[in-house]
């Protein structure tokens, strides 16, 4: 079992940045893929960012693209979002997530952290 826990969330105002932080104890997540995904209220849950294992690929939604960075420090069992150039519409819970497989679902997530952008 891996457990992730998120950090780093708060209130910014509109252009600010924020790093969340996602920390994983239980088993190591250095060959797993990564994926940060977000829940707006009343909104379904998207995915924003996605690793490979490696760190040697990287995926963004087309609204972050450019304003935020996925990384990982897998010595430290660590997935990072750098979140820059922040927007009102990035208001949401963001959640982690592994994919053991780098294939199928995200089969672990933690328990989200909000974000919260102010006009």
């Known amino acids: 079992q891996v457990q992730l826990v998120e950090s780093g969330g708060g209130l910014v105002q509109a252009g600010g940045s924020l790093r969340l932080s996602c920390s994983a104890s239980g088993r190591t997540i250095s060959t797993y893929r990564m994926g940060w995904f977000r829940q707006a209220p009343g909104k379904e849950r998207e995915i924003v960012a996605g690793?490979?294992?490696?760190?040697?690929?990287?995926y963004y939604a087309n609204s972050v693209k450019g304003r935020f960075t996925i990384s990982r420090d897998n010595a430290k069992n660590t997935v990072y979002l750098q979140m820059n150039s922040l927007k009102p519409e990035d208001t949401a819970v963001y959640y982690c997530a592994a994919d053991p497989s780098n294939l199928g679902p995200f089969n672990y997530w933690g328990q989200g952290t909000q974000v919260t952008v102010s006009s």
């Open positions: 690793i490979s294992w490696s760190g040697g690929n990287t």
